[in-house]
């Protein structure tokens, strides 16, 4: 057991920002769900310093963290400990000019000598997270003695409130809707979910088309 939790453990909300509106744009898609776990790369920026980036669990790089907090992370991965995240919420604001897309993901960093013990918690953590209760990534003393004895027995109990952006910002996602969880179902194999998931995103597409119709716009 460690003296201290932060010789093992590392966990807080992190703010990170798609380079442009186009990229921008996916973050509203279904590979982008609250709750998916992803893993954090490393690019270099425009200065040749070490940028964190995010990269989904399907492979796709789409957001990149501040200076400061890439700079942070960066001691953990010298280190050589395990950094995870969890998306949280993604969103848009229309300030600073032209636009930005954003959000936030749990950044979880850990010793590897406990990986077992923190990824069953990350785990856990994500299921907590689905629902947009915004659990606090970080534990104290004794949370960290718990996860290390039984990372399942860990509950949450204090929540984060959703920061407030720039100008006028919509929440594009901020908890797993029914039509993620049914994706869900048909990646992991029940085609029928997969097929009626699809049906929705055709019904929905075809009630707009209908109601634009009708008004004569197109």
Known sequence: ????????????YIRFQTPDKQTGAVIAGSDYAVGDCGEVVW?????KRQQAWLKNPYGQTF??????DSYKLAIYHAKGWVIRYVLSFTAYSEEPDPGVYWG??????????????FERFVKTFAL????????????S??????????????????KVKI????????????HRSIHD??????????????????????????LVVWILHSMGII
């Open 1 to 12: 057991m460690p003296t201290n939790a932060s010789d093992v453990y590392f966990g807080s």
């Open 63 to 68: 957001a990149y963290l501040s200076p400061s």
């Open 43 to 47: 690019q270099l920026d425009e200065n």
């Open 181 to 206: 969880k049914m994706l869900d179902k048909g990646r992991s194999g029940n085609v029928g979910c997969y097929i009626i998931s699809w049906a929705f995103i055709f019904a929905v597409i075809a």
């Open 141 to 158: 003393p004794s949370g960290v003695a718990t996860v290390l004895a039984d990372p399942e027995s860990w509950t949450p109990s204090n």
């Open 104 to 117: 936030q993901v749990a950044i979880f960093a850990y010793a590897p000598r406990y990986a077992d013990e």
């Open 128 to 139: 907590a997270a689905a629902d947009g209760s915004r659990p606090d990534p970080s534990l």
């Open 163 to 174: 920061p407030k952006g720039n100008g006028r910002t919509a929440i594009l996602k901020d």
